[in-house]
């Protein structure tokens, strides 16, 4: 894969790929940012090994979420709960912003596989075969990590 | 149930816009090609050095049992001779050897006290 075939790939996966890893992040955009970079250069560099038996986003996606837990297991002991909602969006309502503080801090309280499929599922529109295949888990585990963390998360929210 | 499927669904994290999120990632992607060129570069460098190597350790292998075959000797007496010629040296010139001791000891410290240089 040429440099320019892969940029023009990126420039159409950036915003989901951003918006994933910000959810995994719980709204830290700076760090979700720091992570998807690391992710294109891994992916760059991998790219030769790239067969297309998947959808380009499909493996990229997969490189992300393997970024993000080396990130988890490398900042572990230095992590902290989320004390107040990041990147909420600028000019909302106080009321769209309160609702991004909760579904941050609800995330940032589901553990990581949860936390991706819901991401994935909800936010990504992704089928469950996709997300399978970006987790590396069976279907079924999927399903069962989606269920979770929509009861985790139904404790967490207030509706 | 739904109520929550809902509320993530009208809710999605929203990017903000950063035009210079793909500018970084083509400046990293550049960095990357630098260090790919140069990486290949010493492998090639590393290649040649090793057919040189084996070109050179064959053409000397080739040399010396020619020479071998050509010019055979009596390796016992040949042996002796040059286990005398080096008592011999030695008996001469005993005097003389704690310099090159002594040489080789300030060489072997300059060397490994030699601070590696800075990159």
Known sequence: ?159 | MSSIEDFLRENKPQVKEDPTFILEAQRRMVQVEGIKAEVDRQRSRGRVALIIALCGGLAIGVFATAITFLYPIDAQSSAEGLLRAVRLFLQDYRQYLPMPVALLAITLAVVLFKRPARI
Not at chain 1, 126 to 144: A, F, H, N
Request: charged share 25%; with cysteine.
């Open chain 1, 1 to 159: 894969m040429t440099q320019e075939r892969f940029i023009s790939e990126v420039r159409q996966q950036q915003e989901p790929l951003r918006r994933f890893l910000l959810a995994l992040c719980a709204g830290d955009g700076a760090l979700a940012d720091d992570i998807a970079q690391d992710a294109l250069v891994r992916a760059y560099v991998a790219s030769g090994s790239f067969l297309g038996l998947s959808k380009f986003s499909t493996w990229l996606f997969r490189i992300a979420y393997n970024c993000y837990i080396d990130h988890c297991r490398k900042a572990r002991p230095e992590k902290a709960p989320v004390e107040e909602a990041r990147n909420l969006p600028g000019g909302d309502s106080s009321d769209k912003s309160f609702r991004y503080q909760q579904l941050y801090l609800a995330l940032d309280r589901l553990p990581e596989k949860e936390k991706a499929a819901i991401a994935l599922f909800y936010f990504e529109d992704r089928s469950i075969k996709e997300i399978s295949s970006i987790l590396d888990m069976p279907q079924g585990t999927v399903k069962y990590q989606l269920s979770m963390g929509r009861q985790h998360l139904k404790q967490y929210i207030q509706l």
